[in-house]
């Protein structure tokens, strides 16, 4: 079979040097270009020495925007900031390369949603509309059909995954007093420099960030209407972990007239055929995931409590980044869906 | 001034630890002896070698508690197991020594609360009467005038301080749905030996534990309890972060009819005048008061949620632990509060 | 091809796991057995969650030492202390079954060191000549007919490999004056229960350990002795690294009459066709290696003091222990030498 | 007694914070001013969260130093970079204020040796003759009476104290091939912004930098110079450590005609006596040492290989900057040593 020509456009951060690791091992795709705007020329082993074997040398993102053809390369990853990532998912889609976006400029259905979340602008509500946010285990056949992916946000996914199940019991309980409290690694920070994100600053430390509200909220509102039909207001707060990969969410939402047996057998059903999303009956540890495109769920019923809480861990660069864009790519070309994932 | 004279019984712990080191560099204080059941007779800096100067040998807990009087030492801190502090704290109270129990032992009012949650017998129900929950923010004048103080859980001493101000609006406050979402460094662990505590299990890792129901979880609803005069069902779930020191509490409680202002006059009337306890105008992190015996506290009310988050942190050894033990001795022998804890 | 069956004994430690890890990717490999003495009858994805896929139970090793042929197993791994991998070796060998030995039990070909060095009566010298110190870089050539390997240990193989190239040159150096600072993550103490392997212990610390002589001295020099045809006494000093993994080994040597560029071509020609050894132009960092079976390698010429400063890094678990295991595994079975590897 | 008046100039980074937080504690000393060029106008306590109490205000550091007389201050501390610590030493010296300087910039009596290092011109050699590199331990007389001090370097504090007693068998040991391989917490790279400052780059990573000639190598050798008689090119070579402070100098020294016990009499005869610096019997760990002022030692003889091998910890923070900072201030104004800093 003729292999899936690949680019990664703006590859110079933690989820580009994720999406290489990943490529670089799987067997039905070439990497054909790396680019950004600061490296042009430099020899990627050079910039990523974990790879010494990785031969390609940075592109410059302009010229390869312009310049290339669907000849060329299939598909394009972009790890690049939320306006770059606007434009360029435009000029790939209007040469017929497929695309797919990391940032979160292509997520929202909803133009004022994502002008109103990240304040920039969007020129092309009609590309909104075509890209699928890309969840394999909620929305499949979409994903098989897209031209532009817009690839979930990290905690999203990791909330979304433990959500999906309780559709099936939406009137037992009461979304609308959500509340999320989710802790990341430190890689979900990017490589920016700043003075808060030196080591001093995270090691030893742990912290809440994000209020009153963090960019991802308006994401995880989304899925939930789309789910369960519901508009609410959800309370997510983000805590940053002294540790490098891994989202850790605990999700707490009122329920009532429900039994521990009955959200097991849910959550099973749910996810027994999936690869990558195992429910487990006992709380999942980030360390299980790290490394792997694996989200680990479990879900207590606390009687006394009236509540039901969901644990669910992913690695924020794997299945909350690059290993998920890896798996929507192969659901796009029709390849085994665990192809370099595994 | 005639130095106050100290014990340490059970002292080869982190919190014994601890103390010590805040006990050697206390002004008004003479510290004159450590027990031990299993290293009797071992040099204390032998133990501790971060204490090069400590000059004290390990002597026998059953023999010191036999044959010690009050005329050799005015208060004993004990960092002991729950059952061995049930039985020396009774020990210690008959000879007229006062005590400070960093166990669970003496921290509830009712006998059944403590048998139930611990699963041990409590022979001593009447000492339990006469024994004080030692949080002095809350009760600076019981703990003047007690003879055995049952030194506060690590979590609970950051909830509590967290929620105490808001007392004062109780009436707008839903406490029978507060949930809380603590996150501890690993010495809360303590020193015990198990597979789950080895290096390479925390590091690069994150989990909750301790449900359906961890054992700080009645401490909690006791203080409720007795300042909101509420019977609750507390939901409460604890993490552990890959580092040593810190707690960090993030607190939800519905609530309506309030304003921030409203909230950030409340917390500093209560604490601008506490040596220990800051409300600050912004998200606390742990390291801000690691290893100090400060509580660091905020509160944000997020209207569009129609809940008051807290955040509040402490160094779970210090004011978590042993430097609050301290804190109350200096209010029991009139020393001024701040101590040795500055 | 038919797949090569593979049995793995005592796998409940972190190189058990690793094993695992790699084994169940590797596509030339069917994994039959997995045992152990105390976890018989447990699920091995009960042990290893971070497997949710791995279908296999624990056996008892003693009995499938006993029962187990040839025709059931082609090769076994063997992840014991060192006093049951001597005797199982033999059995295992006594049956035809092929064995790589991840202790230290037929590292050497002079029982007498062995025995010195670790205190155990070896009653199988002759075992002790058949078998193959397996480090593929050195001697492919014996590994591929060898029955029975001694994998290396940890620090010696991140040390010769460092060493190797210089054989050429041996004229100009002394290594009767070498020093080797070596300095690995926590996982390379294993999962032995002791205080001093729990997470406060190491984390936020660093230290020596293993002086007068650390018990891979003798096997350093045993590299030495045949490459260099050198008896010396080498002085290595062992730290622990508060991380999970990584060995970073920092060789001087006196030297004379060389130059930076002799050294990078010789090291250069040895490696440059090594799919795993890298000799690279910079100061070499763990992170670098972490999760991969690499090796990497600068040395630098510093005329100012006559010496030469190897650097060699390695994952203490991977290269240092099970992927060098795979590695050596493959070689025996004319396997792609990087399956499963990359 | 009448308190000492303290200023410090460029109080913004982490050598900084640690002198606020010792000079707070300490009894005889007033804190006047903090300076900085970037914070001017800001709240210490805003800036150092950690700092509660703290209520001075960021000065301008070109008007302090233009305006302040010695009225106003007994002594400045200067936490800056080596440029403006030239200029501003000479200024507050004209003034008649002490100036403890933390920079690298008055440590040398060898101009050249300074602007070969530092590649910076200094205009002042009649300063570098009149200024004190101060390691109490060392010169405490001179300390006493000296108008600059030039405070060591955290790698040369280690290794100084390492070394010291050694010249009472300098004819014994061959410093000309002494190699000092030493390891320290992220803390000592300061807070500059750089990519390879990031958490994620030093996490779970461990690497060796600064060859062929660290800068800290030439202070070194002027210590070396000056207690042994001897012009040697010592061999250096420092790493990092994933931790926020501690430093661990492993200094390999060939000896021959000496025993263990003459080294820890002679060690004991030298140290038993001072507060800091403690000559245990056995290797001492980066965390006995952590947050104080302590120095620790232990020398093995190594037999076998000829060579002493000197274990020296301190925290990089304290004894190898601000706390070594106040010791030296504490002797030049006649107070108790130990101030401040127990």
Known sequence: MRKVKVGIVGASGYTGAELIKILQKHK??????????????EKANKIFPEFPSLKLTFSDTEEVSKNISKEEVDIVFLTLPHEPAIELTHIFYQKGIKVIDLSASYRFKDKLIFENT?????????????????????NRTEIKNAQIIGNPGCYPTSISLGLL????????IDLSNITIDSKSGISGKGKKLSEDSLFVEHNENFYAYGLPLHRHTPEIEQFIKLNFNQN???????????MDRGI??????????ITQNLLDELYHSYYDKEPFVHYIDTIPQTKWVSNTNNCMIHAKY??????IVVFSVIDNLVKGASGQAVQNMNIMFNIEETEGLT
């Open 165 to 172: 199940p309780l559709k099936e019991i939406k009137e037992k």
């Open 118 to 138: 990240y304040k920039i602008h969007h020129p092309y509500p009609e590309l909104l509309q075509k890209s699928v946010w890309g969840l394999p285990e909620f």
């Open 28 to 41: 039905s795709v070439e990497l054909v270009f790396l680019t950004s705007r600061t490296l042009v020329g």
């Open 232 to 242: 609410v207001n959800v309370l997510f707060v983000p805590h940053v972990i002294p």
């Open 248 to 257: 850790f969410s605990t999700i707490y939402i009122p329920a009532e007239n």
């Open 302 to 307: 606390l009687e006394r409590n009236g509540k």
